[in-house]
Structure formats: structure tokens, C-alpha cells
């Protein structure tokens, strides 16, 4: 089946998502963690290595205890996880509109606050996606197969035609897959500096930038 939509994630792979890192670290002190920038670097870094489960539960058992309010370390941290212009990468705008040249529907499967919005507007950006699905809006965090079920429902196709493109295995690429889509492993963001052969493996296809997808995509 040909392909007709490409998803893609919101923080790492469109924007920078060290906007996320701030606001998780400022969250974890302003509940009373004492941590320094190098100890949360380091523990965020095993995160991304690992690629298996909530960043947020695994920094927060770490830095405020294992009985940590994962859901309040959230709602403080999405106070700050907003993008601030020029957050949004620089190969996005173009990646976009050659996608859309090539005949691709485009949509976006996130999980964010749905304040996120407004930056994909005020970027110029968010005429570009026919469908828009982001976890606050649904009530549905990835990586819930529900999530993934309603994109592809919404936008009228069937999983076969779809592709995911995200910067998480745990989040994008293993549910996408489960739920009969494609999947493109994006190398920044959430993913790992130097990703292993297996790891690499799970994905139809890895690329380092937003440049690289259209390429990619022509080939299948």
C-alpha cells in the first residue's frame, strides 16, 4: 500500500526539546529537589539511552523518591514547556512543504500541552497538518495504542498508508509499528546520542534531521 500520511512528534523532532528539559528540571526543584545540572543531565541522558517508559516518573523517582506526584511534577513542568520563537528547528518549514509537494497528507501525533498550538500557528507552520492530535486535547498520552488508532481513524486511512515520525522507540516507534504503521526513528531530541544496532533496528528507517524524511520516504 502506498504511503499517504506522515505523523510527526511535536518536542525533538520539529521543536528543540531542550525546552522540555527546563521545564522537568525547574519542576523537580521547585518540589524540593536538590539536583545539580550535571547529576539531571546525567540521569535525563540514561533516559534517553534506555528509550523505556515516562522521563518524568524515572527523573522524579530519582530526584523527589520513589512515592513522587508524577502528575504534579507534570502539571508544574507544563507551566514552563511552552516554545519560545525561534525553538522550532531549522529544517522544518522546508521538510514540510517538500513533503507536501510530493502529494503527503501530514499530521501530528504528541504529546503536549494543548497551549502547543499556538506555536506551531505563530510559526507559520500549522497550515501544513490536516490532522491534529495532541495528548491534552484527547485525554490519551502516547504511547496508548488509542492514541494512534484515533490519527489514523481521523485522518481516513487505513495503518498501512501511515507513518510515524518521532524521536522516541518507547513513544513513537514500537506503538506506530504495533498499530500497523511505519515508523522514522528521528536521532535528536529524546533519542540517544549514539543509538545500539538493535535499537536502530526497530525502525523502518533512522535519519539524523527533518531533511533526510522526504528522501527516505521516496524509496518505499
Same mark, same amino acid.
Given at each position: 500500500?502506498?504511503?499517504?500520511?506522515?505523523?510527526?512528534?511535536?518536542?525533538?523532532?520539529?521543536?528543540?526539546?531542550?525546552?522540555?528539559?527546563?521545564?522537568?528540571?525547574?519542576?523537580?526543584?521547585?518540589? $524540593?529537589?536538590?539536583?545539580?545540572?550535571?547529576?539531571?543531565?546525567?540521569? +535525563?541522558?540514561?533516559?534517553?539511552?534506555?528509550?523505556? $517508559?515516562?522521563?518524568?516518573?524515572?527523573?522524579?523517582?530519582?530526584?523527589?523518591?520513589?512515592?513522587?506526584?508524577?502528575?504534579?511534577?507534570?502539571?508544574?513542568?507544563?507551566?514552563?514547556?511552552? +516554545?519560545?520563537?525561534?525553538?522550532?528547528?531549522?529544517?522544518?518549514?522546508?521538510?514540510?512543504?517538500?513533503?507536501?509537494?510530493?502529494? +503527503?497528507?501530514?499530521?501530528?501525533?504528541?504529546?503536549?500541552?494543548?497551549?502547543?498550538?499556538?506555536?506551531?500557528?505563530?510559526? $507559520?507552520?500549522?497550515?501544513?497538518?490536516?490532522?491534529?492530535?495532541?495528548?491534552?486535547?484527547?485525554?490519551?498520552?502516547?504511547?496508548?495504542?488509542?492514541?494512534?488508532?484515533?490519527?489514523?481513524?481521523?485522518? $481516513?486511512?487505513?495503518?498501512?498508508?501511515?507513518?510515524?515520525?518521532?524521536?522516541?522507540?518507547? +513513544?513513537?516507534?514500537?506503538?506506530?509499528?504495533?498499530?500497523?504503521?511505519?515508523?522514522?526513528?528521528?536521532?535528536?531530541?529524546?533519542?540517544?546520542?549514539?543509538?545500539?544496532?538493535?535499537?536502530?533496528?526497530?525502525?523502518?528507517?533512522?535519519?539524523?534531521?527533518?531533511?533526510?524524511?522526504?528522501?527516505?520516504?521516496?524509496?518505499?
Amino acid at each position: 500500500m502506498s504511503l499517504e500520511v506522515v505523523f510527526l512528534d511535536i518536542g525533538g523532532v520539529m521543536y528543540d526539546d531542550g525546552v522540555y528539559r527546563d521545564a522537568l528540571l525547574a519542576a523537580l526543584r521547585e518540589l $524540593g529537589a536538590d539536583v545539580t545540572d550535571a547529576a539531571f543531565g546525567s540521569a +535525563y541522558d540514561e533516559c534517553r539511552r534506555l528509550q523505556d $517508559g515516562s522521563f518524568k516518573a524515572r527523573l522524579a523517582a530519582r530526584f523527589l523518591g520513589p512515592g513522587a506526584d508524577v502528575d504534579e511534577v507534570e502539571r508544574r513542568a507544563s507551566r514552563r514547556w511552552l +516554545y519560545p520563537p525561534g525553538s522550532l528547528e531549522p529544517d522544518v518549514a522546508p521538510s514540510l512543504e517538500r513533503l507536501r509537494v510530493a502529494g +503527503y497528507r501530514l499530521g501530528v501525533i504528541a504529546n503536549q500541552p494543548s497551549v502547543v498550538r499556538e506555536a506551531v500557528e505563530r510559526d $507559520g507552520i500549522l497550515p501544513a497538518f490536516d490532522v491534529w492530535v495532541v495528548s491534552e486535547d484527547l485525554g490519551v498520552d502516547k504511547p496508548d495504542p488509542r492514541i494512534f488508532a484515533h490519527a489514523v481513524a481521523k485522518a $481516513g486511512a487505513e495503518p498501512e498508508a501511515c507513518v510515524m515520525v518521532g524521536d522516541r522507540l518507547d +513513544y513513537d516507534v514500537r506503538p506506530a509499528r504495533s498499530a500497523g504503521m511505519r515508523a522514522v526513528w528521528v536521532l535528536r531530541g529524546e533519542a540517544p546520542d549514539d543509538p545500539a544496532e538493535e535499537q536502530l533496528a526497530e525502525a523502518d528507517a533512522a535519519i539524523a534531521d527533518l531533511a533526510e524524511l522526504p528522501v527516505v520516504l521516496e524509496r518505499w
